[in-house]
């Protein structure tokens, strides 16, 4: 696909037309760095994947998820939290295989934890194995439990009790160390959705290695990420990709992105940006209106890859159509061209693989 193409058409899968155009450097650079790109749309129900087809032609691949939202990628398995589970998708292909001539990964759910609607946001694996994930409708960061829908490890220190409540819209989550060490709020309310009349200012960065308010001068402020042992974060309500100081709390502008922003992955000297377009009644009134204008810009809905070193946009790609909002981004390292098999598809009940060997009775 180059710049100006063309996604695939809808299909069985769940699958959304949608008109997709990207730089004409985008394939280059997933090749040159040996990656590839996972995104999800919660408003459409889609896991998006990002690679290079065999000559260079970029390749998107659409799979249905409903309400598609917190992303964990890595080189054979996908974390995926949707609706009321979150699915861990496996790798089948064996080295050397490829799936229908171009795919060297397919990816297909194995496993699907069971939750209940409780708005997972964001997620991430720790080094034991546990998926750590923000709980947004009780407040709270959770882990799995083999019998309740989750169990609660930590909430923010004005939070009264866990209900579901949604009451400060708890939404992302930094690893450091591989350790739960940052979240982002909008606001410190302790009632039910008291965020949805603070979302302008009072959004909040904690550390929870001390329970610690970093900041509390964001707007709307989403994923939050420690990179070469730096403090980022999506000042959603403004549009800037932030860098904060940890200690201090001061913010410094790196970029500004024409969206609302939700969803940071890095690679290197990278960052990769998900933008959405803002909703006209939840995200009216917010900064990221007069900075948009003062640029005189149209909003996007797409992904960005911004250079850390200089805050310029190195890459991008956008989509059009029925496609308005996107939720989290991660980087696939080592992947040329990912592919995964939906739930809703056909092909979900009779994609069957087996181990070789025999196991011992």
């Not at 739930?343 to 181990?355: D, S, W």
Request: proline fraction near 4%; charged fraction near 25%.
């Amino acid at each position: 696909m180059s710049e100006g193409a063309d996604s695939p058409a809808g299909g069985e899968d769940g699958s959304i037309k949608t008109e997709i155009t990207c730089s004409r450097g985008l394939a280059g650079w997933l090749v040159a760095h040996d990656v590839s790109l996972a995104f999800t749309s919660y408003q459409t129900g889609q896991l998006f994947l990002v690679g290079v087809q065999a000559g260079g032609v970029l390749s998107v691949n659409q799979i249905g998820f409903t309400r598609a939202m917190g992303l964990w990628a890595g080189e054979q398995r996908i974390y995926l939290a949707a609706l009321a589970q979150v699915w861990r998708l496996e790798n089948m292909l064996r080295q050397g295989e490829r799936a229908n001539q171009h795919f060297d990964r397919c990816f297909v759910p194995r496993n699907a934890q069971t939750t209940g609607d409780i708005d997972v946001h964001e997620l991430a694996v720790q080094p034991n194995g546990r998926v750590v994930f923000v709980n947004t409708s009780y407040s709270c960061l959770a882990e799995f439990d083999l019998t309740h829908s989750f169990r609660p490890i930590w909430k923010p220190p004005f939070i009264s009790k866990l209900a579901p409540e949604d009451r400060c819209h708890l939404n992302g989550l930094a690893m450091q160390d591989g350790k739960a060490r940052y979240v982002t709020a909008v606001c410190r309310s302790d009632v039910v959705n008291g965020w949805r009349d603070r979302r302008a200012e009072g959004g909040i960065l904690i550390d929870l290695k001390d329970d610690r308010i970093v900041t509390e001068k964001l707007s709307m402020p989403h994923s939050p990420r420690v990179w070469n042992n730096r403090l980022w974060v999506l000042d959603s309500g403004r549009g800037y990709l932030c860098e904060i100081d940890a200690q201090s709390g001061k913010a410094r502008d790196h970029a500004f992105l024409p969206g609302f922003l939700r969803g940071l992955a890095f690679h290197g000297p990278a960052a990769i940006v998900g933008l959405s377009l803002p909703r006209d009644r939840s995200f009216s009134g917010l900064e990221l209106d007069d900075n948009l204008k003062k640029k005189d810009a149209d909003p996007w809905c797409g992904i960005q890859i911004i250079d850390l070193r200089t805050g310029d946009v190195l890459q991008w790609l956008r989509l059009e159509g029925l496609v308005r909002e996107l939720f989290d981004v991660a980087v696939i390292p080592g992947v040329r061209c990912p592919m995964a098999v939906s739930p809703q598809a056909q092909e979900f009940a009779t994609t069957v693989t087996r181990v070789e060997e025999f196991g011992a009775l």
